[in-house]
């Protein structure tokens, strides 16, 4: 069932689309102007924030989608060790890869919206921007271990412990600048208030919907693609022992056919 | 006898260390340029300096940390030295075990010294020693079990010099915070509980020797 959902099929080599995802790419290329006027036109001004509460539709849902993302690296991690497949390695890898692409729109959205807001850029006693640094810079390393060159099972296997060291990391370090500087200028849910207007609202569900969309289109491909490279790399040897023989033999043909046509002159 | 195992695995590498003398003519050398750099950064105002001791000792701490770490996983590249351990009838663990005594024993060496050095080029002064010891030993513990786990992860590829700080440096941040504020208590520079802090430390050290135990093993069959 696995891999029918997320497996290439045969015939289709040259391409990581299929059905499931020209659906979802589809959603987004509707949904994403759709998300755009809803954000900018429609939506109201709020009334602390004024215009940078439009960016809260993006900062919020990808901000959650990154801690998704990262959350689906431990339990891909988790898995292979225990099952020691290729497929939730290879899962556990595409979602880190969104989940860093996430969480620094996370970190650069917040910035910006931050500025006019809070009037600063950055804010070192935020718990949720320090634990939100640190951890976009620990997946940064995972990314990074994960391109060393080493045997599939090798780096699969060293991933897979940093993944998880990594997401056990991420309450020690939050407790640890919680305590540090005790303080948010974060402010508490607005959804559980029920202070939001309906279009506010709308727009925040609209937002998290696309953005949930983006994150599993991206996955589905990036699981694909890391697939693929994956079998290359296993094959590679192979594939190129046989392109050198297959070149050689051209040659051979090519030399004594000279010969011969030399012989005859 | 899993200690005496791991204390015989310490013995080892720091009788390397003894031979070689790279921590005494190299990284302690090191451990001094830092704390003069410090000065120069800050402008040689000592008022400034004493503000921010607690947080630079600990920085400090961390930079040579990584070379100590880079060094463990070095002596053990010759003559396929991790892969025979592996033969001998000692268990991972211990070996994860007596590479972080190793570790700690050498990080805390280093310590007293940044310490002294710190104290008298900064003209620090000590409200509370204690405070200042535990939190030190402690804090070091959670720096040699990280730094010998991820030492191994990082063993055998060819670009460890790079890989190892980004990877190792992200996960010890609590000990930069946590460390840096319980030294702020004891030196009397922050209003801060140092013992909640210490806590923090303690858990963190914890966990990273239960982790080590458990995925060492694991980790040093691929080297």
């Known amino acids: 069932m696995k891999i029918k959902f997320m497996a290439i099929k045969?015939?289709?080599?040259?391409?990581?689309?299929?059905?499931?995802?020209?659906?979802?790419?589809?959603?987004?290329?509707?949904?994403?102007?759709?998300?755009?006027?809803?954000?900018?036109?429609?939506?109201?001004?709020?009334?602390?924030?004024?215009?940078?509460?439009?960016?809260?539709?993006?900062?919020?849902?990808?901000?959650?989608?990154?801690y998704i993302?990262?959350?689906?690296?431990?339990?891909?991690?988790?898995?292979?060790?225990?099952?020691?497949?290729?497929?939730?390695?290879?899962?556990?890898?595409?979602?880190?890869?969104?989940?860093?692409?996430?969480?620094?729109?996370?970190?650069?959205?917040?910035?910006?919206?931050?500025?006019?807001?809070?009037?600063?850029?950055?804010?070192?006693?935020?718990?949720?921007?320090?634990?939100?640094?640190?951890?976009?810079l620990m997946f940064i390393g995972y990314l990074a271990l994960r391109q060393v060159p080493a045997s599939p099972e090798v780096r699969a296997k060293r991933a897979a412990i940093v993944g998880i060291i990594g997401t056990i990391n991420i309450p020690i370090v939050n407790r640890s600048v919680e305590w540090w500087e005790n303080s948010t200028l974060h402010q508490q849910s607005s959804l559980t208030d029920g202070n939001l207007e309906d279009l506010t609202l709308f727009t925040w569900f609209l937002g998290t919907l696309i953005i949930g969309i983006a994150y599993l289109w991206l996955?589905?491909?990036?699981?694909?693609?890391?697939?693929?490279?994956?079998?290359y790399e296993a094959q590679g040897y192979g594939v190129a022992i046989?392109?050198?023989?297959?070149?050689?033999?051209?040659?051979?043909?090519?030399t004594s056919g000279h010969l011969e046509e030399g012989e005859v002159e | 006898m899993e200690f005496r195992d791991a204390w015989s695995i310490a013995r080892k590498d720091l009788r390397i260390e003894l031979r070689s003398r790279v921590l005494t003519n190299q990284i302690a050398p090191f451990t001094l340029l830092i704390v003069v750099l410090f000065g120069f950064a800050l402008d040689a105002d000592t008022q400034t300096l004493r503000d921010t001791g607690p947080g630079l000792f600990w920085v400090a701490v961390l930079l040579i940390a990584l070379l100590?770490?880079?060094?463990?996983?070095q002596i053990e590249?010759?003559?396929?030295?991790?892969?025979?351990?592996?033969l001998t009838p000692v268990s991972p663990s211990s070996v994860f075990l007596g590479k972080s005594i190793a570790l700690f024993i050498q990080l805390v060496a280093l310590e007293v010294l940044l310490f002294f050095v710190m104290l008298a080029l900064f003209n620090l002064s000590v409200g509370n020693p204690l405070l200042i010891c535990l939190s030190a030993l402690v804090a070091t513990i959670g720096v040699a079990t990280s730094g010998t786990l991820y030492g191994v992860i990082t063993a055998g590829v060819g670009v460890r010099e790079t890989l190892l700080p980004?990877?190792?440096?992200?996960?010890?941040?609590?000990?930069?915070?946590?460390?840096?504020?319980?030294?702020?208590?004891?030196?009397?520079?922050?209003?801060?509980?140092?013992?909640?802090?210490?806590?923090?430390?303690?858990?963190?050290?914890?966990v990273y020797t239960v982790l080590g135990m458990f995925a060492y093993g694991q980790l040093v069959e691929d080297t």
């Open chain 1, 10 to 66: 045969e015939t289709q080599n040259n391409t990581t689309s299929s059905r499931i995802t020209r659906f979802l790419g589809s959603c987004l290329v509707l949904g994403v102007p759709a998300l755009i006027l809803f954000a900018f036109v429609f939506s109201p001004k709020d009334d602390t924030m004024e215009d940078a509460v439009r960016l809260l539709y993006i900062h919020v849902p990808v901000a959650i989608f990154s």
């Open chain 1, 69 to 136: 993302a990262f959350g689906i690296t431990a339990i891909g991690s988790i898995f292979y060790l225990w099952k020691r497949s290729r497929w939730w390695d290879t899962t556990a890898h595409a979602s880190a890869e969104i989940g860093v692409m996430f969480c620094a729109l996370t970190l650069i959205t917040g910035s910006i919206w931050g500025r006019p807001t809070w009037n600063t850029w950055w804010e070192w006693g935020d718990v949720r921007l320090v634990t939100t640094l640190v951890m976009f």
């Open chain 1, 219 to 231: 996955l589905i491909h990036r699981f694909r693609v890391g697939w693929l490279a994956t079998e």
């Open chain 1, 242 to 254: 046989e392109e050198r023989q297959a070149e050689a033999r051209a040659h051979n043909t090519e």
């Open chain 2, 68 to 73: 100590a770490i880079q060094r463990a996983v």
């Open chain 2, 77 to 86: 590249d010759a003559d396929a030295a991790r892969e025979r351990t592996l």
């Open chain 2, 166 to 206: 980004i990877l190792l440096l992200p996960v010890l941040a609590p000990i930069a915070i946590g460390a840096t504020r319980a030294f702020g208590d004891a030196f009397d520079r922050v209003d801060a509980d140092g013992w909640a802090w210490l806590g923090l430390l303690a858990v963190f050290a914890v």
